[in-house]
């Protein structure tokens, strides 16, 4: 099938390298020439394991393209999908349809034949009417179908997700498009994917409400885990325990300082704006975004209370990972976004590496000394603060790192080292919801 993608953000060169991975034709359409010309010459814009080798490959064999005059595309598309970008608005908290109104409008007077159109970006129930609107009202001639498709790919896992996924969901009741997205996605049956079709408006609604289903037992886990400490209980004991229940699950409870990133903040956020403007307030969902939003600003606090001091006037902090997860140079919503300025207005200087986040981060955290690996950024440190847990962060020389900082003070934000070995090698330990003379391991 023959597939137009337009914008080449993360969702959009994804899952327009994924389609074309499958088998079909894919044309990538974005406004934006920078980002054009590198892809054109094999350069990825963001960071994904294994997307440039899946670009390469699919340009290779001629079914992936990239352009910024997307109109013969368009007009020979089975599937026309919008994926811009719907950043959080300014002043309300409502989501940015902009891109997306804006993108409805070029694509209404480009179709030819009967066209799926389908938004991919992640929007509020009911932008697919609006689109739908937009398009009759500029094209009153047009034989189209607006689907909403939902992503749920997780960053540094997003191939995998896309071709392995739990469900695909397809929000349409028009059969033709039902044919379409069928069509679409059949190299899927192959692993017996489930393909849910439901009406659109109820489409648009799974995608927030399982955002915000994750970003609730994140936040649980996290005042479990605040509650542990007082205790002298451990918080990944308490996570094992629960998630052995096969009603409740494993995933998505490892406690830390705050989800972020480029949904779970701004999704929560659109969804309770979504359900006041409808007179249903989520409660619930209203209070995960307030005590996310607050432990990210206390996490600094807690580095403080590790060293002991509640000024860091003339103290070094070493930081371990800056973007939100690891995998990915992804820095919206970062947990360090709130905690390394919140240390630096105490007065430390903060000196941090990220193998993938340092470019991005840079013009987000002035101030900030990015170092060239983990130890650069240990040495000379009166705290090592893990804020990221990357690979290469879990099994580092315990004794070299105690060498080179100044204090033995380690606060591991991510749970990644066990309380008993850090104190066996003489480190100052603080780790979240666990206590260092915590005697239970997890096996």
């Known amino acids: 099938m023959r597939v137009a993608m337009i914008g080449t953000g993360y969702v959009g060169l994804v899952s327009g390298a994924c389609f074309a991975d499958f088998g079909h034709v894919v044309t990538c359409i974005d406004k934006d020439p920078s980002k054009i010309e590198r892809l054109e010459k094999g350069e990825i814009p963001i960071f994904e394991p294994g997307l440039d080798d899946l670009v390469a490959r699919n340009v290779r064999e001629g079914r992936l393209f990239f352009t910024l005059e997307g109109a013969e595309a368009i007009r020979n598309a089975d599937a026309v999908f919008i994926a811009v970008g719907t950043p959080t608005r300014r002043g309300d908290g409502h989501a940015d349809l902009s891109y997306v109104y804006a993108a409805a409008e070029e694509i209404a007077g480009l179709i030819d034949g009967f066209t799926v159109i389908v938004t991919k970006s992640t929007v509020p129930v009911g932008t697919g009417d609006e689109v739908e609107a937009i398009i009759k009202r500029v094209r009153p001639d047009a034989q189209f179908a607006v689907v909403s498709n939902p992503e ?259 606060v591991d934000l991510r749970n990644v080292y066990k309380p008993s070995e850090m104190v066996r090698h003489g480190f100052i330990y603080a780790s979240i919801g666990r206590s260092s003379a915590q005697k239970g391991e997890i096996a």
Request: with cysteine.
């Open 152 to 410: 749920f790919l997780r960053e540094g896992a997003a191939i995998e997700d896309f071709k392995r996924p739990d469900r695909v969901v397809v929000g349409t009741e028009d059969e033709r498009a039902q044919a379409v997205m069928r069509e679409l996605y059949r190299p899927l049956s192959l692993n017996e994917t489930p393909i849910v079709f439901t009406g659109r408006r109820t489409s648009e609604l799974i995608k927030y409400a399982a955002n915000a289903f994750l970003a609730m037992k994140i936040t649980f886990i996290n005042e479990m885990a605040d509650l542990c400490e007082k205790v002298g209980a451990d918080v990944q004991q308490v996570a094992k325990g629960i998630g052995l229940d096969k009603r409740i699950g494993g995933k998505f409870l490892n406690a830390g300082p705050g989800y972020g990133g480029s949904c779970f903040p701004k999704d929560t956020i659109a969804l309770v704006r979504t359900a006041q403007q409808y007179g249903a307030p989520v409660k619930l969902i209203e209070a995960t975004v307030a005590v996310n939003d607050a432990r990210k600003k206390a996490m600094a606090t807690k580095v403080a209370d590790a060293i002991g001091l509640s000024d860091l006037t003339g103290k070094t902090i070493g930081v371990l990972g800056v973007t939100f997860k690891p995998n990915t140079d992804d820095m919206r919503d970062a947990p360090s976004l709130d905690i390394l300025p919140a240390l630096q207005a105490m007065g430390a200087t903060v000196q941090a590496y990220d193998p993938e986040g340092a470019k991005e981060a840079a013009h987000m955290l002035p101030g900030v000394d990015f170092k060239a690996g983990a130890y650069e950024a240990a040495e000379g440190a009166d705290a090592l603060v893990i804020l990221t847990e990357w690979d290469q962060f879990r099994a580092l020389d315990l004794d070299r790192l105690k060498a080179t900082m100044a204090a033995p003070v380690v």
